[in-house]
């Protein structure tokens, strides 16, 4: 255990109250608390022109199934769940994580397969882009990632998880409006789309962790 009285640590009786219409009606997955720091580590992708031409057509045709769906303004793939870090537990997670993952080079994944998931408790659904190739990978970084949720506690990383990339969202479970004939137009447009298979070729550089408003970085080698 901490000494108490370290930055971010309230009365233990302190919290905050949350507002899901200030999330776009999302809820969270746990309570905010002062001194709880919502952690997530993922794999970051800069959207690129040609990029966002290709999400503009998929959710304005997806829109004619779920006219709620907003596009992700930032996209990236994940290697964590959202986990809870104490404020003085994020200096030495993140220094088990850059040792961790100091050995990694960088790689390639595909990201070309269009999927609809659902979060854990079925209030939010996406629609995403699945890894196809480099699937070997990402197990190995997630590998590192779980030992050091672990060493803290943690929830680690979903059972045979599937990589992918979140292009939009909408609020509740609308997975079976998505799925089906919506998905195969989905997939058609990528698969058609000029470059596509360039495109969907992602060079990973670096990965980060974000802990509340603090970001750390790791350069893969």
């Known amino acids: ?71 992700m303004e930032e996209f990236h793939l994940s290697l964590s769940q959202c986990v809870v870090l104490r404020y003085h537990w994020i200096d030495p997670f993140v220094r088990s994580l850059r040792e961790r993952l100091s050995a990694f080079h960088r790689f390639f994944c595909v990201a070309d397969q269009v999927k609809v998931y659902t979060n854990q408790n079925k209030t939010r659904t996406f629609i995403g882009l699945e890894v196809s190739a480099g699937h070997f990978q990402l197990l190995e970084l997630v590998s590192e990632v779980d030992r050091v949720l672990e060493e803290f506690d943690l929830p680690t990383f979903y059972k045979d998880p599937s990589f992918h990339i979140s292009l939009a969202w909408c609020v509740g479970d609308l997975s079976g409006k998505l799925e ?6 989905l997939q058609d447009i990528v698969d058609e789309f000029e470059d596509s298979a360039l495109l969907l070729r992602v060079q990973w550089e670096q990965i980060r962790c974000k802990s509340g408003n603090k970001y750390f970085f790791f350069p893969l080698r």
């Open 1 to 71: 255990p901490a000494p108490s009285g370290l930055p971010g640590d309230p009365d233990p009786e302190e919290a905050v109250s949350d507002d899901s219409a200030r999330h776009g009606g999302r809820v969270r997955g746990f309570p905010h608390e002062r001194g709880n720091w919502a952690t997530h580590v993922y794999l970051p992708y800069v959207a690129q022109e040609e990029f966002l031409e290709l999400l503009e057509l998929l959710v304005s045709r997806a829109r004619t199934y779920v006219p709620s769906l907003a596009a």
């Open 180 to 185: 089906g004939q919506c998905l195969r137009e």
